[in-house]
């Protein structure tokens, strides 16, 4: 399923305080399948965009569509996770897997089928009795992605997941949330403060500006291995990426 914006505006507040606006004009296209990633500075409106696609906000114009029909309200195919994993802390973690299910009016049985495959495709076999606070950060992580996976969304919107992890960790987990997502095809729009996390795992940047933000550069990430982002780490061509990438951000002018 694609997921598109077309000239989406969204301003918050009005009147005396005058109205912010978070993002102006922002048009991008996630096709099917693909892993997009949007990074630029704090504050110009990367979650905005994630949290109009979840249909949390109403853009103030243009519009924000998901195989394309406008996003309305929450949406069955979109499937959010952010970097705090709010992971319930009196559920066991199959329980947690499962949250999303129960409102959904899956059955028992079923729900603790799905939970289970989920469980297992993120590596946690063994935990599912396990209670949050037993597990470290990545484990914690990766039992989020579950939960967003066992809903089964055709879209995965996430919010800066590894930001607060451990350089080790993170490259860890980097590499089996790239390739529990390569293995289930969908479609992936990450955020992240990450240079170098962006160019290793994606298919696609879009660069935005300072507040509020626009696009100003969207590059293509031309190397194999999208499903293993260790494997891209030892390339010389990702410097290069890295490189475009700061220069589209002013990263020079701005220390200098
Ligand atoms: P980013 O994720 O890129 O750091 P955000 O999307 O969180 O940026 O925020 C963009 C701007 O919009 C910020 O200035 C923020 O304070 C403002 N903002 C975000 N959400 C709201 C809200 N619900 N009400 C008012 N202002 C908001
Ligand atoms: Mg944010």
Redesign the pocket.
């Known amino acids: 399923m694609a997921l598109e914006f077309r000239s989406v505006t969204k301003q918050?507040?009005t009147g005396d305080g005058g109205a912010?606006t978070?993002?102006s004009d922002i048009s991008f296209r996630v096709d099917e399948g693909e892993f997009v990633s949007v990074v630029?500075?704090?504050?110009?409106?990367?979650?905005?965009?994630l949290?109009m696609t979840a249909g949390l906000?109403q853009p103030t114009s243009g519009e924000v569509l998901v195989s394309n029909e406008p996003v309305t309200g929450s949406n069955a195919h979109v499937g959010f996770m952010l970097q705090k994993d709010l992971l319930l802390p009196w559920r066991s973690i199959l329980q947690n897997i499962e949250f999303g299910l129960e409102s959904r009016g899956v059955s028992k049985a079923d729900r603790r089928d799905r939970a289970l495959k989920e469980l297992a495709h993120c590596h946690l076999e063994g935990f599912e009795n396990h209670y949050p606070y037993q597990l470290s950060g990545g484990m914690r992580q990766r039992a989020a992605l579950a939960r967003t996976l066992a809903i089964d969304p055709q879209i995965i919107l996430l919010?800066e997941p590894f930001s607060a992890l451990d350089a080790q960790t993170k490259l860890l987990l980097q590499n089996s949330f790239a390739r529990t997502i390569a293995e289930s095809g969908k479609t992936t729009l990450l955020?992240t403060h990450d240079l170098a996390e962006a160019v290793l795992m994606s298919d696609r940047i879009i660069v935005?500006s300072e507040?509020p933000?626009s696009v100003v550069a969207e590059i293509r990430v031309d190397l194999p291995h999208r499903e293993e982002p260790l494997k891209r780490r030892i390339m010389p061509e990702v410097g290069d990426y890295a490189a475009q990438l700061f220069k589209h951000l002013k990263l020079e002018e701005k220390a200098a």
């Open positions: 918050f507040g912010l978070a993002v630029g500075p704090s504050g110009c409106g990367k979650s905005t965009l949290s906000y919010d955020i935005l507040r933000g």
